[in-house]
């Protein structure tokens, strides 16, 4: 009757990856919302030039590999991982950074490994440590969120700035370093954290506005928790971390190492154990593994911030540890039933 | 400067003692390798590797002589066993030596035409073959490897290749199309 | 109360019971034909034991083998042998194999049947008396019951499990077994304690069956068993599975390489219960079965006691026919595990718990697209024999048969689960049946190329010896040559007669030239 054999399970198609996609960009909203809110139209400029660029290259990939472009355009990856990445760059980043940057990500990070399902590295954090490392002043220069600097660019204004137009007379005043950075480089002058704490730009927690961000991209990381798009393991594990390094080093001397929380709540460790490092692909895949995967990102965005010469450490410590999963997955293998 | 000669040249000579100890101690007839090769081999002992049997082809194997890809019976599984074996690459199955069939060939005679001359019986390499001279020769086609050297020596030819009986515990489950052929229906 | 367990991952499916439970039990009339495949079990192949034109009686023992795992077919009616060829069966393959065909002749005349007391046996008496009904495990897998049986008694057996769970969605048979005959499943459970002797003995019912749980529970209030149980246990594929039931019910994981009755359980589906309370009270054979008959593509889904070799067509026909265009697939099973027929002329076997009739748009027959495996290890966290179908996906992939055996591919229940809940749709449960299907060949094709390399070295030795016994034998009788031809007494060699032959010849020549000179 048939000539190719189609064997069970016989079933109307139930998870798919169109809505694994969709629970993520909807976990992504309440954190992105807040961004804008505090800092401004810039980031959503950013998301939409990204994922126009990223669904741009991937179709011409595809075209390219002369394999179907829609149905890899629709399950959505691209947007994601284009969104992911374009909430690292700085708010009123030019178009030509979002550009190689995206580039980069798709190209290198995806579709040369062989598209969805074979990238060993996170491609979010590939295009970023590219950015960074071939742009580092571009890459560095953050603006003040609206609490402290009274005022967000306009629309067009952001508009203005993405296309390169910069007036260097209001940039002087809205730009600076991020929180984390400002941190690092007070320490190396051997200014106390007390007194760090004090300044303008710091609030309850973290950096102002910066902290706010963190929580609500919590909030999200919770709803992927509880709509099962992600297991507790590797958020727990990386959280762990990070918060069991910065605590001991915070009790031995609390003057030059900065509190746990505000470790916690700066910089991309939040939306880096919820988003990033949970990217299913470049993870390890067995339980014990991602607790190991999610400790050695934390223990690695510790030691970076603090030791290393990057003031955020998030991508390339997921980077690094993308690089050990063979190994991981290889020693973590869970018994079997009807094993001793 | 002399400590460090005398040393080295004690080192030298323990070492050297050692190992021609082991040489001699622990010396393996034979070249192993060639068991396990042959070990990988179908056994179809047909001669299609331009070798006159398996065991031929694995020595010349174990050589270096011979590639690995000549084996048509064995097809594209063996080669990979063997590729495995001897941490090799793998190859294509070279044409020349023939076409691996899914479906292996048994040997049928046709007993109205069968003059009971034994020739076949001699040709056969793994005595498949039931009979004496003047009376009816049969093939037992569960021995059959299917080798086809009994074909040339029959004066009245009246052997022929059949495909082999698949009953349905011989069936097996397609594996599905690689995904990365697979094109989305218009 | 006993204490129960969970077993590693699992699935909460959509049920689909309420379909094919409105209509109750209802009874199959005979078709024309039957159809009864010489295999329907596990094991080797039985013989015919008639021919072509013999008349054979209801309960008639029709086909058996000679080994020791015995299945043997009966006829489910009187009738004539008007066949015995090749015909579609129930197989994944969809190849046809050789099936008894009757022409029925409406009198469903029955063998004289011999009642016996079963109370008054020993239990060898009952195991062969299963045996020759040609009992097996009605639960789906089909292994004959009575080696079952005899290898039990013979471990011992603490705990005997009465399988009522019937996880899988669609089916509801042992549903609706349960609840009509009650009685029968608690006799059958009797005759089983009787050969295995137990400590304990678990009726097991998931809790979406609670009108099977009351009759059992009535049933069980009305004739009591010594220390029997009836143990609801909650909804999750795929609890009915034999593994994963005795680690729900004891905690105990089957080790590695042994079967339940190596750690003292015993594990039996209700309907054979059924069946063996039948046989021994009734000396009645395997030879009807209680089968659903559901899916989105038959008009009135139900259930119905049928004979064994009942085309499936027949079937349909008396569920209302197609809902809506047939063409699609008719699925042997459940969704989950079943596979898919060649035909609505396959007969109905005694596996044959469920048949799904789907449209063409449930189920393609075409492999669709799919996307590639995105690693979110969603498999791993509900395969309930808690094996990494990840890794065995890719080296299925790869063909890597020896690094698929060490992820343990044979460990592999085929249960389906990773393949329902992986996002990208990947056909995981085909890859590893197909890995297992090329492993077994490969195995089959060495174990044949050992044989041949054997027998061609013993030719070898052979043909060797013989040259060597030849050369000794004509080694022999030219030294015996030679001291015949030396003359007696003289002690010189004889002359050679070769070289006086040819010397001859010259001097005749020489003696023929001169003279014509």
């Known amino acids: ?118 990238n060993p590295f996170n491609p979010a954090m590939v295009g970023y440590v590219v950015l960074l490392i071939s742009f580092p002043r571009e890459m560095t220069t953050w603006y003040l969120p609206a609490s402290v600097s009274g005022e967000t660019l306009s629309l067009t204004d952001a508009l203005h700035y993405a296309l390169g137009n910069v007036d260097i007379g209001r940039w002087d005043a809205l730009s600076s370093a991020t929180p984390l950075d400002q941190v690092k480089t007070a320490i190396g002058q051997s ?148 094993e001793k | 400067m002399i400590l460090a000669i005398l040393t080295i040249s004690l080192m030298a000579g323990l070492f050297g003692l ?169 | 109360m006993l204490k129960l367990h969970r077993f590693h991952g699992g699935l909460h499916l959509d049920g689909h019971k309420t379909e094919s439970l409105g209509r109750g039990l209802q009874q199959a009339s005979i078709p024309e034909r039957l159809f009864l495949p010489l295999r329907q079990h596990i094991g080797e192949y039985n013989k015919p034991l008639v021919e072509v034109g013999n008349r054979v009686l209801k309960g008639h023992m029709i086909a058996a083998n000679s080994s020791l795992i015995c299945a043997a077919v009966h006829a489910p009616t009187s009738g004539t042998v008007s066949a015995i060829e090749d015909y579609p069966v129930a197989h994944p393959s969809g190849q046809p194999d050789t099936c008894i065909v009757i022409d029925v002749d409406g009198k469903d005349e029955a063998v004289e049947p011999t009642l016996i007391d079963p109370r008054q046996l020993t239990a060898n008496e009952m195991i062969e008396l299963i045996c020759r009904a040609g009992i097996v495990g009605l639960g789906g897998a089909a292994f004959p019951t009575s080696p079952k049986l005899s290898r039990g008694k013979a471990n011992g057996i603490d705990t005997l499990i009465i399988n009522g769970v019937e996880c899988e969605p669609y089916i509801t048979c042992d549903d609706i077994l349960m609840r009509h005959y009650a009685a029968e499943v608690l006799r059958g459970t009797g005759y089983l304690q009787q050969i295995l002797q137990p400590t304990s003995t678990l009726i097991s019912i998931e809790d979406n069956k609670p009108e099977a749980i009351a009759e059992i529970s009535n049933a069980l209030a009305q ?101 809506h265009a047939p063409g699609g697939h008719l699925v042997m099973g459940g969704p989950m595990m079943g596979f898919s027929l060649s035909g609505a002329e396959v007969p109905i076997v005694k596996a044959s718990n469920s048949i799904m009739v789907m449209r063409e748009e449930t189920i393609p027959h075409t492999p669709g697209y799919h996307d590639e495996c995105i690693r979110c290890s969603k498999c791993t966290e509900v395969c309930p024999a808690q094996l990494l179908p990840q890794q065995l996906y890719w080296h299925a992939r790869a063909q890597a048969w020896e690094r698929t055996q060490e992820f343990h591919l044979f460990d592999c229940i ?84 070769v070289q006086a032959a040819l010397e001859r010849v010259k001097a005749r020549k020489k003696s023929a030239q001169e003279e014509s000179q």
Request: charged residues 15%; hydrophobic residues 45%; aromatic residues 8%.
């Open chain 1, 1 to 118: 009757m048939t000539s190719v054999i189609v064997s069970s399970p016989y079933l109307p198609p139930g998870n798919t990856l169109k809505r694994l996609m969709i629970q993520v960009i909807i976990a992504l909203l309440p954190g992105t919302l807040a961004y804008a809110w505090h800092f401004g139209h810039g980031v959503i400029i950013n998301i939409v030039i990204a994922v126009l660029f990223a669904l741009a290259f991937e179709a011409g990939i595809l075209k390219l590999r002369a394999k179907p472009v829609m149905p890899h355009l629709t399950d959505f990856s691209a947007v994601v991982a284009a969104w992911l990445f374009a909430l690292c760059l700085p708010m009123h980043s030019p178009w030509w950074l979002v550009l190689v940057g995206i580039g980069f990500t798709m190209v290198a990070g995806k579709h040369l490994y062989g598209g969805l399902g074979f």
């Open chain 1, 191 to 338: 200014i106390s954290i007390s007194e760090i704490r004090s300044s303008p730009v710091f609030g309850e927690f973290g950096g102002k506005g910066w902290e706010w961000i963190a929580f609500w991209w919590f909030i999200g990381g919770l709803w992927l928790l509880l709509t099962r798009t992600i297991r507790w393991h590797i958020p727990v594990a990386l959280l762990g971390g990070v918060l069991g390094m910065a605590l001991l080093f915070y009790l031995l001397n609390p003057e030059i190492y900065a509190s746990p929380l505000f470790h916690l709540l700066s910089g991309a460790v939040v939306i880096g154990a919820f988003f990033i490092a949970t990217d299913p692909v470049t993870a390890a895949t067995t339980d014990m593994g991602r607790v190991v995967y999610g400790l050695l990102i934390g223990l690695l965005i510790y030691v970076i911030r603090v030791w290393g010469g990057y003031p955020d450490g998030v991508a390339f410590a997921v980077l690094l540890a993308n690089m050990c999963v063979p190994l991981i997955d290889y020693y973590t293998q869970p018994r079997v039933y009807g």
């Open chain 2, 18 to 186: 050692i190992l021609g100890y082991a040489a001699i101690r622990f010396k393996v007839e034979g070249n192993p390798v060639v068991e396990r090769i042959d070990a990988l081999l179908p056994q179809t002992q047909c001669g299609q590797c331009t070798y006159p049997g398996c065991r031929p082809y694995a020595e010349a194997i174990a050589n270096g002589e011979a590639p690995i890809n000549q084996c048509p019976p064995g097809g594209q599984a063996t080669i990979a066993a063997l590729a495995s074996l001897l941490d090799t690459e793998v190859l294509e199955l070279n044409a020349e030596h023939g076409d691996h069939l899914d479906v292996p060939l048994v040997a049928v005679i046709d007993e109205q035409t069968c003059i009971g001359c034994t020739l076949c019986i001699q040709a056969c390499p793994v005595d498949a073959i039931l009979g004496a001279s003047k009376h009816m020769h049969t093939v037992i086609a569960e021995e059959c490897t299917g080798c086809k050297l009994c074909l040339p020596p029959c004066p009245v030819d009246c052997i022929d290749m059949i495909p082999s009986q698949q009953t349905i515990d011989d069936w097996k489950w397609s594996a599905p199309p690689d995904p990365m052929e697979l094109v989305q229906d218009a």
């Open chain 3, 223 to 323: 004739t009591p068993l010594a220390n029997t149980e009836i143990i609801p246990i909650p909804t999750i594929y795929p609890s009915g599975g034999e593994k994963q039931l005795i680690q729900i019910l004891t905690g105990k994981e089957v080790p590695h390489g042994q079967l339940a009755f190596d750690i003292g359980l015993f594990c039996q589906n209700v309907g054979t219960c059924v069946a063996i309370a039948r046989a021994l009270e009734r000396d009645e054979p395997l030879i009807s079965r209680v089968v659903t008959i559901s899916g989105d593509n038959i008009s009135e889904p139900g259930n119905w006691e049928v004979r064994l070799g009942t085309p499936i067509s027949h079937l349909i026909e008396l569920a209302g026919g197609y809902s």
């Open chain 3, 414 to 497: 085929e249960c389906g689960c990773c393949s329902a809940v992986c996002p990208s749709q990947i056909p995981l449960v085909q890859y590893y049946r197909a890995a297992k299907s090329e492993i077994r060949a490969a195995q089959k094709a060495q174990f044949k190329s050992d044989r041949a390399r054997v027998r061609f070295e013993f030719r070898e030795k052979r043909l060797l010896l013989k040259k060597q016994k030849d050369e000794e034998r004509r080694r022999l009788k030219r030294e015996a040559l030679q001291k015949k031809r030396a003359a007696p007494g003289t002690g010189e060699p004889a002359p050679d007669p």
